[in-house]
């Protein structure tokens, strides 16, 4: 799982003000840049990417008066950027738009990481814990596809409040985000930052607005604006594509031949096909403290699991040090409680190498001087988990994000990874050994370093038996032809793919809702993809909690709406009919377990049955 930075989205002028504000304007002066007026200004989810329609537009509500100006009075002179032959950074002037002053950010040389290159500018107040804020920012893509990156974190530490990535449109667009604090900040500490560090792209970005509304105003009044993804519309082509793939690789045909105690065909039965449980995995992460606390909520989270989800994978409990503290327990407690509900559970993790306390135990960075010791006590460690968990485990993420936390594989060497495989499948040979990773959907860029990766542990010859996608999201969302096109990337290695982590982290619930059903549709219409995790459900206990289906009073979300509609409505299959004269009857149905009722003659019997590519006919005798 990745550390936990919320994100989300908001506008400042309605519709009609930022009309007659432009109007009033008239052309550009000389020597200034066009600004450019968004064709959908008042649309809070502009179309982009010829995919215009994709929202119906809508007047933008300002923001409520008052707030802290945390950039102080003058937002363009509080930030600032050291020199870096990496990138040009120009100060340029812009007219028909609520600023005069921009920059222009020009990409010149690669960087390694995009905050190596950033604007920034500390806060003139204090921040609380819980704090409503809302950032905006205008900005606009030259000559060519551009992206860049807000975030609020620590002036210290670097521990974000909120980060906002935007791939950018050729006009000026309003973006508008609001999002809660989530730690404290002093005044002079909090860091508002945008990163340029991004190869080869040019862009301008003004008009920055930065507000602390406190803790008493609700983010659903601050409104979101500015986000949307090509592809969204309900008649967008990509749709028909994925209709059809969805049809040949999920369903197949049932034939059901009804005949007497004689084998004569009976024509006229009554047959009724009711799907019970899909085939394909659809899941989500769950904590055992929600599952099992003795309340009213946990009871609620227990019972609503088996009736969501056919996997589920445990969130914390086997997290190396959870594991050796509170997770033995409660983990094998939820595993016992999920093999009574028929719920294979996925493993989550053997080695997670980051900085923070939930990663590794104490004890163990002190090892790194000591390679020796250091294998030794991860082998140890899988020894001792996968020999409690032996058999109970359909899937294990045995290393997580290689491609950017490299603590162990720097002291060990990153073919110890193989090494790790091999002992894991050694241990448990009856579990799917992945490795799992961040940021390879388009939400981030991993993709080239995760694939090497791969590729090694493959020439290697380890067990490498299956390739986790973390697929968080925040604002910047993939569209779905090119989610298509990065899976079957990942597909090329011949490996299955688990969706492992995904969520949609934003404010805007209408947006959340449409990309959660575009993502899924996706996902189950390529053939590479075995199964679909969510990270978490319930916004109760949910490590970014805009991102659950269910809100805290158990009230489903849009979102949640939408898994539903998919999952139990357009994916799931009820069918009836009548056994024709040969006493056949013929329907095709999406993989899964069924229950199978013949009626003849008002008798009616009923019997278990599993779809599966390539099944048989079904004959019953009555």
């Known amino acids: 799982m990745l550390n936990p930075f919320p994100f989300s989205a908001g506008l400042t002028l309605s519709f009609l003000t930022l009309s007659l504000l432009l109007a009033a304007c008239g052309g550009p002066a000389p020597g200034t840049a066009t600004a450019g007026v968004p064709s959908d200004a008042s649309s809070p989810a502009g179309a982009s990417g010829g995919d215009a329609g994709a929202l119906e537009p809508q007047a933008v509500t300002p923001l409520p008066a008052g707030g802290t100006d945390l950039l102080g009075a003058d937002s363009y002179a509080a930030f600032q950027s050291p020199p870096s032959s990496a990138v040009k950074l120009e100060n340029i002037t812009v007219s028909g738009l609520p600023f005069t002053q921009a920059w222009r950010v020009t ?9 190596f290159s950033q604007l920034s500018a500390r806060s003139v107040a204090a921040v609380t814990k819980g704090d409503v804020m809302v950032v905006q920012f205008w900005a606009r893509s030259v000559g060519g596809p551009a992206q860049t990156e807000f975030v609020l974190e620590s002036g210290d530490t670097y521990e974000p409040s909120t980060v906002v990535s935007v791939q950018l449109s050729a006009q000026w667009r309003l973006y508008s985000v609001p999002f809660k604090a989530q730690l404290d900040y002093a005044a002079g500490n909090g860091a508002a930052r945008f990163r340029l560090g991004y190869d080869k792209q040019s862009f301008e970005l003004g008009g920055v607005v930065l507000k602390n509304y406190g803790p008493g105003v609700p983010l659903s009044s601050l409104p979101t604006a500015g986000f949307t993804y ?15 793939r969805i049809e040949q690789l999920r369903k197949g045909d049932v034939t059901v031949k009804v005949v007497d105690q004689s084998g004569n065909p009976i024509s006229g039965a009554a047959i009724r096909l009711e799907m019970q449980r899909h085939a394909f995995p659809f899941g989500s992460s769950v904590t055992p403290a929600d599952m099992f606390e003795a309340s009213p909520d946990g009871q609620k989270y227990q019972d609503i699991i088996p009736t969501l989800f056919n996997r589920v994978v445990i969130e914390n409990d086997f997290k190396w040090p959870n594991w050796e503290g509170y997770g033995r327990a409660t983990g094998l407690q939820a595993l016992d409680f999920f093999a009574s509900k028929g719920i294979p559970v ?22 790194f001087s000591n390679p020796a010791a250091l294998k030794n006590r991860i082998d140890k460690h899988f020894a001792d988990i996968l020999g409690a968990t032996r058999g109970k485990i359909v899937e294990w993420d045995v290393i997580n994000e290689p491609s950017r936390l490299k603590r162990i594989s720097k002291v060990l060497g990153e073919d110890e990874m193989a090494a790790q495989l ?23 860029n991993s993709d080239v370093e995760f694939k ?16 986790g996608l973390q697929s968080h999201f925040g604002y910047k969302l993939t ?81 949640g709406q939408a898994f539903n509609d998919l999952v139990f409505g357009r994916w799931w299959t009820k069918a009836s009919g009548s056994s024709d004269g ?13 229950k199978l009722s013949v009626t003849v003659n008002g008798v009616t019997t009923t019997q278990d049955i599993s779809l599966a590519k390539g099944m048989g006919e079904i004959v019953v005798n009555r």
């Open 107 to 115: 990409g010149l040389a690669p960087l390694e990481q995009p905050y």
């Open 230 to 244: 090509a592809g969204r519309s309900r008649n967008a082509a990509w749709r028909a594509a994925a209709d059809a």
């Open 346 to 367: 996925r493993g989550h993790t053997l080695v997670f190498p980051c900085e923070q306390d939930y990663c590794l135990p104490g004890d163990v960075p002190g090892l």
């Open 422 to 444: 091999t002992l894991a499948k050694k241990l448990d040979p009856g579990a799917r050994m992945v490795i799992n990773d961040a940021n390879n959907l388009g939400e981030g």
């Open 452 to 467: 090497r990766i791969l590729r090694r542990m493959q020439a290697l010859n380890a067990p490498l038996e299956g390739i």
């Open 479 to 559: 569209p779905p032809e090119e989610l298509n096109t990065r899976l079957d990337g990942f597909g090329e290695l011949g490996l299955p793919l688990t969706i492992t982590e995904f969520d949609v982290n934003v404010t805007d619930d209408r947006l959340q809702a449409d990309y959660l059903r575009d993502f899924m549709t996706v996902m189950f219409s390529n053939k590479n993809v075995s199964s679909f995790m969510m990270w978490g459900f319930w916004e109760g206990n949910h490590w970014l909690p805009n991102a659950a289906l269910y809100r805290t009073d158990w009230s489903i979300k849009p979102n």
């Open 582 to 594: 040969s006493g056949l009857y013929r329907t095709r149905g999406f993989y899964g377990d069924y």
